[in-house]
């Protein structure tokens, strides 16, 4: 597990060098798509994937 967290650490920190989409912006249209698709999440899924919904203000696709 420590493993993964620090890969997912220097991924989130040298994004910019395996994407061409910033990580806040794929953040907000992965979290988008979770919301649209919530009908079909169990509710544990729903439950470990949720977020404030103050984070996605102001954003769009």
Do not use: Q, W
């Not at 989130?12 to 988008?32: E, I, K």
């Not at 979770?34 to 470990?48: D, I, M, P, Y």
């Amino acid at each position: 597990m420590l493993i993964d967290l620090s890969f997912d650490h220097y991924l989130s920190l040298h994004r910019s060098r395996f994407s061409d989409v910033p990580l806040a912006d794929f953040n907000t249209v992965t979290y988008l798509n979770r919301v649209e698709h919530e009908a079909s999440l169990s509710h544990g899924a729903c439950r470990n994937t949720a977020r404030p919904s103050i984070a996605l203000r102001g954003k769009s696709p």
